[in-house]
């Protein structure tokens, strides 16, 4: 068990954000795989020995390896190519179909002499029962020609990934890295074995704490992990080392910077299988397109928390690295676009909660506005406010108004603890937002029957329900602005 680690160590005070990956190219070269799944029921022990007969009815053919690295950097919407070797069967012919429907643009090397690796997992019910492997490994030679092959892709490529999984396709490895490093190009490894020499010069490796202490002993506490990754970190000659570390999270060790501890993202741990992969994609790609490693360690961890809670090897989409990090900041208050606040929403209705929306100009805020939204926010788990655009509320309220701007009229309702997301519009009315949104609760101040509510329609009509809510009397930004005319 790890204890918290002691002092003070750098923390993670970005505000997370998933970068734009339409210039990222990432290249990956390493050892492909064919992962493939038989799932099917179970209904009866097998007469001829005690083991259960699964009948197979469905079957699913995924890339597993290096393949895996690859379909990953894809579904984040970056470029990518990938470099791999094969036999020359219908594992190959399969693996290359799945890879290229999946946007990667591949060159494999197929070879007479051994068979494409392939793992074949056999489950039923969410259980995986048995997995069998197909492979012999390859000779270096064929190390050799992938290599030959690396420089056709490093001109247009930001960033390389060597995916060495120990079965011969990165053989010579420290050719690699010197081919990659002297075309002034990153590159990253995910490591195998307990000799970390052959990675010597790499941009950053990625093992995970078991593959960790191999190398450097056992570690009884993150301080431990902190001070002997910086010893390998120099011993090494890399620019960073970062160690995945299971339900405790990930360590990033960086050059010049203290130690970066970050706690898990996983909220369900459904299937570890390719995680790693999944964390070393997001990372390429994040620093393909132009971000740091601190930033690139945090979103992949928020990756890798996500992928652990789907079955076997499988990716995560940017959208879904978008929801997920504007989750993890659902608890601050803000200011949001109509984009962000959507992608707010349907994180907030995964995770149950009830969703109220209100609407107004709050021109200068006072008593009675804070104690109608503290009203609202009491009928929910999360107060939308939408506001009216400058032009909006002087169209309703006349050419003296706003008196404030629409930007410190929001600013000092996020501020208020009774609102979560403040959110402009610039119609007269909401309505457009409010049927875009479509909130749980819409509530309105006021003398109004509900079904002259703007949006009500919308809400009722999705199985929501609206609210009329009573003003508190002599309090308008009206009377006040009366008020100070007349003193």
């Known amino acids: 068990m790890y204890n918290a680690p002691r002092g003070v160590l750098r923390q993670t005070i970005m505000k997370l954000a998933v970068p734009e990956f339409a210039n990222a190219r990432v290249l990956v070269a390493g050892d492909v795989m064919l992962d493939r799944y038989w799932l099917g029921g179970t209904g009866r022990i097998s007469p001829e020995a005690p083991v259960p007969v699964v009948l197979v009815d469905t079957s699913e053919d995924r890339p597993g390896g290096a393949g895996n690295v690859a379909v990953n950097i894809a579904a984040l919407g970056a470029g990518v190519q990938l470099f791999g070797v094969t036999g020359r069967d219908e ?66 490529c930001n960033v390389v990934v060597l995916s060495d999984y120990g079965k011969g396709a990165l053989a010579d490895c420290p050719a690699f890295i010197e081919r990659t490093r002297s075309a002034g190009k990153r590159v990253l490894v995910d490591p195998k074995g307990n000799d970390f020499s052959r990675y010597r010069r790499a941009s950053m490796i990625t093992p995970n704490l078991n593959e960790f202490e191999a ?37 990033l060790i960086e050059k010049n910077e203290a130690p970066l501890h970050l706690p898990t993202e996983a909220q369900e741990v459904f299937d570890v299988t390719g995680a790693g992969d999944t964390v070393i994609a997001t990372l390429a790609a994040v620093l393909a397109a132009g971000d740091t490693y601190a930033h690139a360690a945090a979103l992949a961890n928020v990756a890798a928390g996500l992928v652990v ?16 990090v504007e989750a993890r900041g659902m608890s601050r208050h803000g200011i949001f676009t109509e984009d962000e606040l959507e992608r707010l929403v349907t994180t907030a209705r995964q995770r149950g909660q009830k969703v109220v929306m209100t609407n107004g100009c709050f021109d200068i805020l006072h008593a009675g506005h804070v104690a109608y939204l503290k009203e609202a926010r009491a009928l929910g788990d999360r107060l939308i406010v939408a506001v009216n655009s ?26 208020l603890e009774a609102v979560d997301w403040v959110v402009p519009f610039e119609e007269d009315t909401p309505e457009r937002l409010i049927c875009r949104v479509l909130p749980d609760v819409l509530v309105k101040g006021g003398d109004y029957k509900s079904e002259d509510v703007a949006g009500s329609d919308c809400v009722t009509a999705n199985g929501g329900e609206v609210r009329v809510l009573r003003f508190h009397e002599g309090r308008s930004s009206s009377s006040i602005i009366e008020a100070l005319e007349d003193a």
């Open 390 to 415: 400058d032009d909006s509320t002087r169209r309703l309220k006349g050419e003296n108004r706003p008196v404030n701007t629409l930007a410190d009229r929001m600013t000092v309702l996020a501020a």
């Open 215 to 251: 190398v450097v002993g056992i570690c009884r506490d993150a301080d431990a992990i902190g001070e002997r990754g910086e010893n390998l970190r120099r011993e090494l000659g890399l620019e960073a080392l970062l160690i995945t570390r299971s339900e405790h999270g990930i360590t």
């Open 309 to 324: 809670a789907k079955r076997g090897t499988a990716t995560v989409t940017r959208n879904e690295l978008e929801i997920a």
């Open 91 to 156: 594992a190959a012919e399969r693996l290359h179909a799945v890879l290229e429907n999946r946007g990667v643009d591949v060159t494999l090397h197929s070879v007479e002499t051994a068979p494409t690796i392939t793992k074949l997992r056999i489950l039923s019910r969410n259980q995986q029962l048995i997995r069998l492997d197909f492979e012999d490994g390859f000779h270096p030679e064929e190390s050799a020609v992938l290599l030959s092959h690396l420089g056709e892709g490093l001109d247009s």
